[in-house]
């Protein structure tokens, strides 16, 4: 089962490659067969040429102007006893037969197409060409032909056709049984040789694509770390190279899901652990008035619903910021950008928070720019952003502090700085506080409705505008968290 797939791949391979063999080699035959065919016919007129001419030497065809058919039939049967592979034609100045001497007379031509003849007589016996065959119509043999002349008139041609039809048929015999035998073993050794060598390159590249189909596999039942170990100068460099590559994808996506999935699951505990403590608080102080119904004095009564009313405010803000947040998250927020002043949100922010500010004789301070700032953000969401840090500013500073939201405009940019005198952030936590559910330093007196939340909101909400929050903080002298967002009119 291992290898079985490559496997009927290699014998796929093999028995077309084989075929491929029969075919060149039965192509090379053929054409060694003809090209030999054509030697033979080619060496046979170059041999021959002049016969006709020395039959005209030997007898005159033409007495005063008439055929003496006895004497040229005389010549002719003694050269076809000599050489039977002749057969001698004289022809008329038009190319008629006048006279043959051929063996069971199956002349069925009556005339011979002068064009090769003169050709033939004017290259005188050079060139290789092929005249008509008077006893097989359509077919073409090696010839020798002289003109006959009177007054140095052509009257009448000599044409001897080289290749008799016997002659013909027992050399081609000869020659293709001994083509054949010569092609035959040489085909069979060519293909031989081939088919070793070509079995033993595919033998060789197929062990390769074992190895892979084995490391593949290997990949595929969850052994992640297997890789093709790539060669200097292997043939199939490019597939291993490819094949890691992917591996390594499929291996960093599923890490990454699964750090995704962690996250979830840890979010998930948060959130129920987040949640289960004030649930728990509520469920046991409506579950002491209840008992206790006749036993409470006003002032406990007052005391547990206050408890129970703080516990639900922070149940109410920690659903609401994990939902932001998720959304956020999600990716289902998009930053709806519009023009505003950035002076008139501050300002509107500040007085919301005065109350709170006076409460521990904080001063909170907006410089007054009578250059108002135009600038391209989205207004609800920069909102946030600010209330969320003035919230931490007030939340962390001592009474008697102050807090300082800055606005400073350059060409292209609008910085927007919170300040404030609080107890400032230690150097370790700083990589952490944009994290969500971190809630910082222990020196802070934090009461319950931190939910750690705030800042990881901030971060997201300037991601979504490309913009990145900078921090500074010195320990009990202040920390100042400052970003910038674009002006409108260069945006
Ligand atoms: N201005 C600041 N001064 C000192 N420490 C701060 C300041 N702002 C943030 N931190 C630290 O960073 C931590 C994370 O802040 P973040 O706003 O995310 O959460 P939180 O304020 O504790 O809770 P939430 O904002 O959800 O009510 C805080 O718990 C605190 O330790
Ligand atoms: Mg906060």
């Not at 001698?88 to 003849?117: F, W």
């Not at 092929?130 to 032909?145: H, L, M």
């Amino acid at each position: 089962m291992k290898n079985s797939s490559s496997s009927g791949f290699f014998w796929k391979i093999v028995a077309l490659f084989t075929g491929l063999l029969f075919v060149v080699g039965f192509a090379y035959v053929f054409i060694t067969v003809n090209l030999a065919e054509k030697y033979a016919q080619e060496r046979n007129q170059r041999l021959n040429a002049d016969i006709a001419k020395n039959i005209i030497a030997e007898v005159k065809p033409y007495v005063e102007g008439q055929l003496d058919t006895t004497a040229t039939d005389d010549i002719m049967h003694h050269m076809m006893a000599i050489n039977p592979s002749l057969e001698v034609y004289i022809l008329d100045a038009a190319g008629k037969i006048l006279n043959y001497v051929a063996p069971y007379k199956k002349v069925k031509l009556e005339s011979v197409d002068l064009v090769p003849v003169e050709d033939f007589i004017r290259t005188d016996g050079e060139k290789y060409i092929e005249g008509d065959d008077p006893r097989n119509p359509g077919q073409y043999k090696v010839f020798s032909a002289a003109p006959i002349k009177e007054n140095n008139v052509t009257i009448a041609y000599i044409y001897v056709v080289l290749a008799s039809e016997e002659y013909v048929s027992a050399s081609e015999y000869v020659l293709n049984s001994y083509v054949l035998k010569l092609g035959g073993r040489a085909i069979l050794i060519t293909f031989l040789s081939a088919l070793l060598l070509g079995i033993l390159a595919l033998w060789l590249i197929t062990k390769n694509l074992n190895k892979i189909i084995t490391i593949v596999k290997k990949f595929q039942s969850g052994e992640m770390s297997a890789r093709i170990p790539v060669k200097e100068g292997g043939g199939i460099n490019d597939l291993a190279i490819t094949f890691n590559d992917m591996a390594d994808t499929i291996v960093g996506n599923i890490e990454n899901l699964k750090s995704m999935e962690n996250l979830r699951r840890e979010l998930v505990g948060n959130v129920s652990h987040d949640l289960r403590t004030p649930l728990s608080v509520i469920h046991g102080y409506i579950e002491t008035l209840m008992i206790k119904q006749n036993q409470l004095t006003d002032p406990e009564r007052d005391k547990y619903l206050k408890i129970i009313l703080e516990s639900t405010h922070k149940l109410k803000k920690l659903v609401e910021e994990l939902f932001e947040l998720s959304k956020l998250e999600a990716q289902q927020v998009t930053a709806q950008k519009e023009p505003f002043f950035i002076q008139e949100l501050i300002h509107d922010l500040c007085q919301k928070f005065e109350l709170l500010a006076s409460e521990k004789n904080i001063v909170l301070k907006t410089a007054h720019n009578p250059n108002k700032s135009l600038v391209f953000a989205d207004v609800s969401l920069i909102e946030r952003v600010l209330q969320n840090l003035i919230d931490n500013a007030l939340k962390f500073t001592p009474e008697n502090g102050e807090i300082s939201v800055l606005v400073d405009s350059s060409d292209q940019y609008v910085e927007i700085q919170v300040s404030d005198t609080g107890p400032g952030i230690p150097k370790e936590q700083i990589p952490y506080i944009f994290d969500r559910y971190h809630i910082g330093d222990k020196r802070v007196s934090l009461d319950n409705k931190n939910t750690g939340l705030g800042l990881a909101i901030v971060k997201k909400i300037l991601e979504i505008h490309n913009v990145t929050i900078n921090l500074s903080s010195k320990l009990d002298k202040g920390t100042t968290f400052s970003f910038q967002l674009p002006q409108y009119e260069n945006s």
